[in-house]
């Protein structure tokens, strides 16, 4: 398959967000509807009753009959057998757009064809290898993976030996690429080898869904337990995430994305139904792997050990995230308890236990900054105070200008002692100053209330799910986004009473009347009552926890 990057990632991206995959299937295969999706006999392999469902939302589609999955680009290269870019151009004609003229070597084409088919070769002949070995079938089951888990990830098994080599000692030319691409690598003195051996097989794809890389993890003991592809024309490390692309096929835009270290991270937290889930393949998080996760959401929560090597780790993703972070965007670090890594704590506690850690015990990126700044720069004197500003404030020259550095700048300012802004401009008019302490008898919502009655335009915020305790948006705030502007006070009072809209509409204090203070009145509001429901939440935990520890001791007192 050719590789497509003379088409711009922009440009397909914007072919599939104008495609509907239910209209495109559907004129192929008629579709019934059931419930939220549509059903029909797959067209991928014979059967009579239904299994082949198309989810409207997501924009994917999949058979739980032989597991065929994918969206509207792999249905006409699959369906119509169509080429990549065959298919993006049938889906571009469809949407009456024309793809991009753009120089295109045919030669470097070609060769880039000739390396995937011979990765996909690899593949299978690692797939072919894993159902041939117990030994590898009996590791995965011990670790917990299920088949269906298995084949979504198209696990394999390198065993002992050269079989790949002997594979492809027939086709010369498959065997030169292969070695170029580092799964055959050739000694000094001419001896050829497989490079994976005794290995569980994870391949790496691309955001297509082509096979442009592997991982190995060793089975048994021995050094190093994990093997990667080496670089090539195919694979970068640094550009590359595993299991984006599984992740995509689940949701193209997920609210929130974690991303973990391992690959079997990332297979069993699939399996027990996360699946908006990458690993970075024991790299340090780069920038292009940061901007390519908020294409592909606006939340990033990093979720490590909680060792110094997971600190270490965070620290990374903390500096190669903040350059991206803009107003919007979110991002947060999980460290689970000691000894815990996703695969074991999932599967001992269950997806819920982990969803919850994610909601009520991942720090925000202002309060991990506050804690590294603490770490580094231990104790309240004066000089140590200083330390922590200046090096808290020069880690944030990279955040993007806008209310979420305006805002982390006074964090930071204030958990140090110093209060003024931080690099205030001396240049035209002095502008109004939010007071540090607002009025006390205004309720949180009651202020955030008027401010979406001053602001009409700031409702879009305080509509995004991140920006509440548990994602959950207050149900008044989603119903008046359905009314008509010129209805917003009446809507008010209908939906938070007369005496509640009446407070908010008479709220009156210094820069509540601009638009941009008001923005900043609006997140430190939103950051504060996000904090402080979930120290209640907390706080709730501990005393339950407490409650059945008491009970459990009642029950069986010491003797």
């Not at 298919?87 to 084409?109: C, F, N, Q, W, Y």
């Not at 003024?420 to 309720?443: F, I, V």
């Not at 926890?545 to 459990?552: C, K, P, Q, S, V």
């Amino acid at each position: 398959m050719p590789d497509m990057s003379f088409i711009p990632e922009s440009f397909i991206d914007d072919v599939l967000a104008r495609t509907d995959l239910v209209e495109l299937i559907h004129a192929q295969v008629p579709l019934k509807k059931k419930g939220k999706e549509y059903a029909a006999c797959c067209p991928f392999h014979q059967e009579k009753t239904p299994s082949f469902y198309v989810n409207p939302d997501k924009q994917f589609y999949h058979c739980f009959g032989c597991g065929a999955h994918g969206n509207a680009v792999s249905f006409l290269m699959d369906y119509e057998h169509r080429d990549f870019r065959g298919a993006i151009e049938e889906l571009a004609t469809r949407a009456g757009m024309t793809l991009p003229v753009s120089e295109v070597d045919h030669k470097a084409l070609e060769e880039q064809a000739a390396m995937l088919d011979s990765m996909s070769f690899a593949n299978a002949h690692f797939k072919r290898q894993l159902r041939a070995h117990q030994e590898a079938i009996d590791y995965l089951k011990q670790r917990g993976v299920n088949g269906t888990t298995a084949a979504l990830f198209d696990l394999g098994f390198a065993p002992n030996g050269n079989l790949l080599l002997g594979h492809c000692e027939s086709p010369p030319k498959m065997r030169d690429e292969l070695l170029e691409l580092g799964l055959i690598v050739q000694k000094d003195d001419g001896e050829q080898y497989d490079r994976f051996r005794r290995r569980i097989m994870f391949p790496i794809r691309d955001k297509r869904g082509q096979i442009i890389g592997f991982g190995g993890r060793i089975l048994g003991p021995g050094e190093p337990k994990y093997l990667n592809s080496p670089e090539s024309r195919l694979f970068h490390k640094g550009q590359n995430l595993y299991g984006l692309y599984e992740a995509r096929l689940d949701d193209a835009r997920p609210a929130r994305v974690i991303i973990v270290e391992g690959y079997m991270d990332v297979v069993m937290l699939a399996q027990h139904g996360v699946r908006n889930v990458v690993a970075t393949m024991g790299t340090a998080t780069t920038d292009e792997q940061t901007q390519s996760l908020y294409r592909f959401s606006p939340s990033l929560v990093f979720c490590f050990d909680g060792d110094a090597a997971g600190r270490r780790a965070a620290t990374k993703a903390l500096h190669a995230a903040l350059p991206h972070l803009t107003d919007g965007r979110d991002l947060r670090f999980l460290f689970l308890p000691d000894g815990e890594d996703p695969d074991s704590f999932i599967q001992a506690k269950g997806k819920s236990a982990f969803i919850e850690q994610i909601e009520h015990h991942s720090l925000s990126f202002d309060n991990f900054i506050l804690q590294l700044l603490d770490q580094m720069e231990p104790g309240q004197d004066t000089a140590a105070m200083a330390k922590k500003s200046k090096l808290g404030n020069d880690w944030i020259r990279t955040l993007p200008d806008g209310a979420l550095k305006r805002i982390t700048q006074r964090r930071i300012n204030e958990h140090t002692g110093v209060w003024r802004a931080a690099y205030k401009k001396n240049t035209g008019p002095t502008e109004p100053t939010l007071p540090r302490n607002k009025p006390q008898s205004y309720a949180k919502q009651t202020l955030i209330l008027s401010i979406v009655l001053k602001h009409p335009d700031l409702l879009q915020r305080v509509l995004e799910p991140q920006a509440w305790f548990n994602s959950r948006v207050p149900e008044g705030f989603q119903l008046l986004a359905t009314q008509p502007r010129a209805r917003w006070a009446q809507s008010a009072s209908e939906l938070w009473g007369a005496e509640e809209t009446k407070t908010a509409l008479a709220i009156e204090f210094q820069g509540i009347e601009r638009a941009e203070t008001a923005q900043n009145i609006l997140e430190d509001t939103l950051i504060q009552l996000h904090r402080s429901e979930s120290d209640s939440a907390s706080k709730q935990a501990s005393r339950q926890a407490l409650a059945r520890f008491m009970a459990e001791q009642e029950k069986n007192p010491k003797s």
